[in-house]
């Protein structure tokens, strides 16, 4: 059984709870991703951020991106896959909640991100356009 551990990508960064949104945007530049796991002073897990939200949720609503902070974008509890789960449940979970990434939790600590890209890879040819049609006919969160 292939594992959520094996096929994510490790080391993470987090967007922490008080930084700007332009800080995350920055980092976002810098590290070339769309998308940043929100973590609070605790190193938990508190949300995701995507650079969508910034623009929709901050942006286009007026909001000054350098006054809001990362943790005023963290809605609910975060979506996430066990590190030793497998590539089945993590699957399963990104196209349930109609997320392209999923954070990859060990306890309660962060360990990596598996991507939509990252589940494709891992699949067999026969399997990816199931995998892309399920996460594109979900609600979109991420």
Same mark, same amino acid.
């Given at each position: 059984?292939?594992? #959520?551990?094996?096929?994510?990508?490790?080391? #993470?960064? *987090?967007a922490?709870e008080?930084?700007?949104l332009?800080?995350?945007?920055?980092?976002?530049r810098?590290?070339?991703?769309?998308?940043? &796991?929100? *973590?609070g002073?605790?190193?938990?897990?508190?949300?995701?951020?995507?650079?969508?939200?910034?623009?929709v949720?901050?942006?286009?609503?007026?909001?000054?991106?350098? @006054?809001?902070?990362?943790?005023?974008?963290?809605?609910?509890?975060?979506?996430?896959?066990?590190?030793?789960?497998?590539?089945?449940?993590?699957?399963?979970?990104?196209?349930e909640?109609?997320?392209?990434?999923? &954070?990859?939790?060990?306890?309660?600590?962060?360990?990596?991100?598996?991507?939509?890209?990252?589940?494709?890879? @891992?699949?067999?040819?026969?399997?990816?356009?199931?995998?892309?049609e #399920?996460?594109?006919?979900?609600?979109?969160?991420?």
């Amino acid at each position: 059984m292939t594992t #959520a551990r094996e096929i994510m990508t490790g080391g #993470a960064e *987090c967007a922490r709870e008080g930084e700007t949104l332009v800080d995350v945007a920055r980092k976002m530049r810098d590290l070339d991703v769309g998308a940043l &796991p929100i *973590c609070g002073d605790d190193d938990r897990l508190k949300g995701m951020v995507t650079d969508r939200d910034i623009t929709v949720k901050v942006v286009a609503e007026g909001r000054d991106p350098g @006054s809001v902070t990362a943790g005023e974008l963290a809605e609910g509890k975060p979506v996430t896959i066990g590190a030793d789960d497998s590539v089945e449940e993590t699957l399963r979970t990104m196209s349930e909640h109609g997320v392209r990434r999923l &954070p990859v939790i060990d306890g309660h600590r962060l360990v990596g991100i598996v991507s939509q890209a990252d589940v494709a890879r @891992s699949l067999p040819d026969d399997k990816i356009g199931d995998l892309v049609e #399920a996460i594109s006919k979900a609600p979109s969160n991420s």
